[in-house]
């Protein structure tokens, strides 16, 4: 497993890569990491963030009402 932590100042680019059907998105500057989604897997990478963030908002309200 390859672990790359995404702060908050980390340079995040996309680009569309249609004669791949696919994108790339870039993290960092000096060595930057490359991460390439089929586009039929871009809904699927959203969602999991997506539930992600929900699930550490969910969390961060328990510990406020604690």
Request: net charge negative.
């Amino acid at each position: 497993m390859v672990s790359v932590h995404v702060a908050g100042n980390l340079p995040i680019r996309s680009r569309a890569l249609p004669f791949a059907d696919r994108v790339e998105i870039r993290l960092g500057n000096a060595f930057p990491v490359a991460l390439l989604v089929d586009r039929a897997a871009i809904d699927r990478l959203l969602d999991a963030i997506v539930s992600s963030r929900v699930a550490l908002e969910t969390a961060a309200q328990r510990t406020e009402e604690e």
